[in-house]
């Protein structure tokens, strides 16, 4: 699988191939955030890239991420054809070329990624129970398929890790943490909790997520402590 340049679901993906009730916003706030993108990211200190432009095509769907930084610019580039979305992305320093394969069910969650680059193929199937992930299937060229095991409390994943994730009480939004770092490595989300990630454990070291808001209750910053640091100023397209 790609690389992935965050921190928090980063050894989600890895054990991948190894491996309700919210305070909201009023409703005007919270119409006001549900109706701006998401289009930039400026990342400061710690993280793999310095700024990432996104833009949508005309059915609000994302056609390009480019993630920049001093020494490349990756691409990520999207095709729509009925619950199939072809991503590809360039831009590696070795010169590889990324095609992902992507079906997705009702809810726009990923069932399967057929990914092909210049080392090997691999092939990943999703289950769920609802919009919670159940299980996964890990399976690369000529190795032993990897099943993975999902549980869910609250609305939020807290199975399947060998560590502890940790969540506030507010709605999950564009700019939390695990819908991050999924818009970053995949086509589509398989992940979706109810409320926004605030720390993840690993071999006993906590790294913590904070963030703040504007008064339509966007985020507009993610601030990352602890185990690693960095963080990620947020620009909206409200139009």
């Known amino acids: 699988m790609k690389s992935i340049p965050l921190y928090c679901v980063a050894l989600l993906f890895v054990l991948i191939q190894g491996v309700a009730c919210s305070k909201k916003n009023s409703s005007s706030s919270s119409t ?6 998401l289009s930039g990211i400026n990342a400061v200190g710690g993280t793999s890239f310095e700024t990432v432009s996104i833009t949508y095509n005309s059915d ?6 480019v993630q920049s930084s001093p020494s490349n ?3 990520m580039k999207y095709v729509y054809s ?35 680059n210049i080392f090997d193929t691999t092939f990943t199937t999703y289950t769920y129970s ?6 996964s299937i890990f399976q690369e060229a000529g190795q032993t398929p990897v099943a993975t095991t999902f549980t869910f409390s609250n609305g939020d994943l807290t199975g399947g890790l060998t560590d502890t994730i940790t969540y506030n009480d507010k709605p999950s939004a564009p700019g939390d943490y695990l819908q991050i770092e999924q818009l970053l490595a995949y086509a589509a989300p398989f992940i979706k909790t109810a409320h926004q990630c605030t720390s993840y454990t690993s071999n006993g070291v906590a790294t913590n997520f904070t963030y703040a808001y504007d008064s339509a209750g966007k985020i507009t910053q993610l601030a990352i402590s602890g185990g ?12």
């Open 32 to 37: 006001a955030a549900n109706s701006c993108k």
């Open 60 to 65: 609000g769907k994302v056609s390009t991420i």
């Open 73 to 75: 610019n990756l691409t």
């Open 82 to 116: 009925g619950d199939v979305i072809m991503m590809t992305s360039s831009g590696y320093t070795n010169g590889d070329v990324v095609t992902d394969s992507v079906v997705v069910n009702s809810d726009g969650l990923m069932l399967s990624d057929l990914e092909r």
């Open 130 to 135: 609802g919009t919670e992930v159940a299980s």
């Open 228 to 239: 690693t640091t960095g963080t990620f100023n947020y620009s909206y397209d409200c139009n």
